[in-house]
């Protein structure tokens, strides 16, 4: 049995996307537990990927690919994980690009890269209004809410959402990242945000910092 | 009229490789398709054959439509420019330099601090683009963020207008209402509508979202430009490795699909309107995530579209003389000169690039004066060697004879300066003749060049009533109502 969830560990960290499916039923139909399957394997794998793209071993595409592998195999074991089984901690995060933008290359990378950590990411999209991200943030319990704009025209939306959860008293609950290429440090500070990043690997360590400050 | 002729040219694609890839975006075009979110533009379309899916947007344009449109002469595009003297005619066998531009932060000039840009940092880089030899067309280069929102895009086109005699390439985004107004800013400059269908002393970039969708605000807007006159440039940007094929033939197909079903659409909704191929393909870096700007592959893209857009009949807009650096340094200019290099001996129609760091993001008045130094060198290179019996000079040789001296001959005088790079920038006294002068670097030397350049008088200043209809026309603009989103 712990020969399986060293190979679903393996299968991860070598982004194995075709095999992972039938190498998870396998494990099943031989007794692993799937929830051992998820956090020792799976989970583990993936850590040990992440870890090694920040030590600049490994490229973009490996990281998103084993992140798509563990998602896989998450997919077959975890209907499996008797309830109240503890489940799994995932740190949920929404993203969206703020209304009246429409970019999003940026954005896409952040939710990749944030999947590939680890974090269990919903991207709104883009031309997203204030109201629609806090609904949506409250409905899923998101510890982060994260967003994006490109044009300068679109900032003020930013403020406008920070002002908007600061009035409807969730500001405390969540945490409000900011990014896109007209948002500097300074800026982020300004409208009360929780902090932004220059590019989506200092988006991760910025999103670890934040939910691990909080337990 | 204004750009660099190129005697050696340096083109990456074979024509197999042209042929190659220009059927491979037709067979896309009508086996893979584009969403199209324009309502018109679908309208359009589907009356001229192609098949279209409303639900989805998704547009695939025949062979035989698309092989109707490219099979139309070539349509240089002339970017008039206020100072006649400084129009720049893109007619595919001159290069031409533009700055980059829409910067959202600055480094300021006086303090070298990172900060958001603001309307005289924009009115600063046109004054410095003045002073220029090597620039040829005008690009706002930062964003008005001191200006408010809903009338920035206006207020960096007065802007501008105000600052520069230049031809002003606008990547304005902008849908057709707020298209309807700029041209009508340029309208009022150029001294009434018809004038600037005759003249447009301004032209627009409209991007697409790749892979493969053009955004139907952003096409509705270039049809308004299309039917004023007003040249477009539909600037397409895979990034190859996230949002094309890792593979720099897959990306510049992908970038080929957007561009012909753009040209499809404007040419459909506007006969005979002047499309640019407007092109920023660069990597993604699979390390840090940054789109990679400064990367050499930039220049090769820039060179393979130029060719493509040739083929296809249209001049061509690259990106080159980018970096990913935060400051004006080594790593700039070693990032820049390559892919320079190689946009200009391509024989690009436009490049625009010149003075923006971290990958179009910052302005450097230093970087912009450094760039135009870059290319008076590459302009050198591009010149190539001429060979005649006046160049070979044999009998000149004979005259001055074993052992003699040069210097004094007319022949020297008359030649020097179109056979030697002069420099302006690059320093090349003896080391201690430097060193006595305070041992300045290349930045000192352009800091003081920028001084220079903004202790200058704007040339051909706006008439002052021009002046005053604009700043009306932006007044008039925050007051009106927005019925369209803010692009």
Redesign the interface.
């Known amino acids: 049995m712990d020969d399986y969830v060293a190979r679903l560990k393996k299968a991860v960290i070598e982004y194995d996307m075709e095999n992972i499916a039938a190498l998870a039923k396998e494990a099943l139909d031989h007794g692993m537990d799937p929830l051992q399957g998820i956090e020792k394997g799976l989970a583990l794998g993936i850590r040990e990927v992440g870890q090694r ?1 920040g030590a ?1 071993e490994l ?3 490996e990281l998103v690919m084993a992140a798509e592998t563990m998602r896989t195999g998450v997919a077959v074991l975890e209907p499996l994980v008797p309830k109240g089984a503890g489940a799994r901690e995932t740190h949920k995060v929404v993203l969206a690009t703020v ?4 970019h999003e ?1 940026g954005k896409n ?1 952040v939710a990749t ?1 944030l999947t590939a950590n680890g974090f269990d990411v919903v991207d709104m999209g883009v ?1 997203q209004p204030t109201d629609a991200i806090l609904k949506k943030a409250q409905e899923l319990h998101a510890e982060i809410v994260g967003v994006s704009a490109l ?6 939306r930013m403020k406008e959402l920070l002002a908007a959860a600061q009035t409807k008293g969730v500001r405390s609950k969540e945490k409000f990242v900011v990014g896109g ?2 948002v ?1 440090e ?2 982020a500070k300004e409208i009360g945000s929780d902090g932004t990043a ?4 200092g988006a991760v360590r910025l999103a670890q910092k934040l939910v691990g400050a909080k337990t | 009229m204004s750009g660099l002729s190129i005697r050696r040219p340096y083109p990456v694609l074979s024509k197999d490789d042209v042929s190659q890839i220009r059927a491979a975006a037709i067979e896309g075009l009508e086996r893979i398709g584009v969403k199209i979110g324009t309502t018109q533009g679908r309208k359009l379309l589907k009356k001229a054959g192609a098949t279209v899916d409303e639900r989805a947007e998704i547009v695939k344009i025949p062979r035989s439509l698309t092989e109707e449109i490219l099979a139309k002469p070539h349509v240089p595009v002339t970017m008039h420019a206020r100072d006649p003297k400084q129009t720049a005619v893109l007619d595919f066998s001159h290069v031409h330099l533009c700055n980059n531009g829409t910067g959202p932060l600055t480094l300021d000039f006086e303090t070298g601090k990172r900060r958001p840009s603001t309307a005289k940092d924009l009115a600063d880089s046109a004054r410095v683009s003045n002073a220029l030899e090597n620039h040829h067309v005008f690009w706002p280069m930062c964003n008005s963020n001191d200006a408010p929102p809903e009338v920035r895009l206006y207020v960096d086109l007065q802007i501008s207008f105000e600052n520069t005699p230049k031809h002003i390439l606008y990547a304005s985004g902008a849908n057709s209402e707020e298209a309807r107004r700029l041209i009508a800013m340029g309208a009022a400059v150029a001294g009434g509508a018809e004038e600037l269908r005759k003249r447009p002393i301004m032209s627009s970039v409209q991007t697409t979202i790749a892979p493969l969708q053009l955004d139907g605000p952003m096409m509705d807007g270039a049809f308004t430009f299309g039917a004023a006159g007003v040249p477009v440039a539909i600037f397409t940007m895979p990034t190859p490795g996230a949002t094309g094929p890792v593979t720099l033939a897959g990306s510049v197909t992908v970038a080929a699909m957007e561009f012909l079903s753009g040209l499809v659409l404007c040419r459909l909704a506007n006969r005979n309107a002047p499309v640019i191929w407007g092109c920023g393909v660069t990597p993604l870096d699979m390390k840090t995530t940054t789109r990679a700007g400064g990367a050499p592959e930039h220049g090769l893209t820039g060179v393979a579209i130029t060719q493509l857009a040739h083929d296809f009949g249209c001049p061509s807009l690259t990106g080159g003389f980018d970096t990913t650096a935060s400051v004006p340094g080594t790593q700039s200019s070693i990032e820049g000169f390559p892919q320079g290099l190689s946009v200009v001996l391509g024989g690009a129609d436009l490049i625009v690039g010149l003075g923006l760091l971290e990958d179009a993001k910052t302005l450097s008045l230093v970087k912009l004066v450094i760039d135009n130094e870059e290319v008076a060198m590459i302009k050198r290179l591009a010149d190539g060697i001429v060979v005649s019996d006046e160049t070979i000079a044999l009998d000149l040789i004979e005259k001055v004879g074993i052992g003699g001296m040069f210097l004094a001959e007319k022949h020297t005088m008359k030649h020097l300066r179109e056979e030697q790079y002069l420099p302006s920038l690059i320093d090349r006294r003896s080391a201690d003749l430097w060193e006595r002068d305070g041992r300045k670097s290349l930045e000192d030397r352009a800091r003081t060049k920028v001084r220079q350049a903004l202790a200058q008088p704007v040339p051909c200043p706006l008439d002052p009533a021009v002046v005053r209809k604009l700043g009306a026309m932006v007044d008039e603009a925050s007051k009106a109502e927005i019925t369209e989103p803010i692009r």
């Open positions: 793209f600049g490229f973009l595409p209304q009246d933008d429409i290359i990378l890269m031309n044009m300068t025209t679109s900032m003020p290429a007209p500097t300074q800026y220059g590019d989506a690997s």
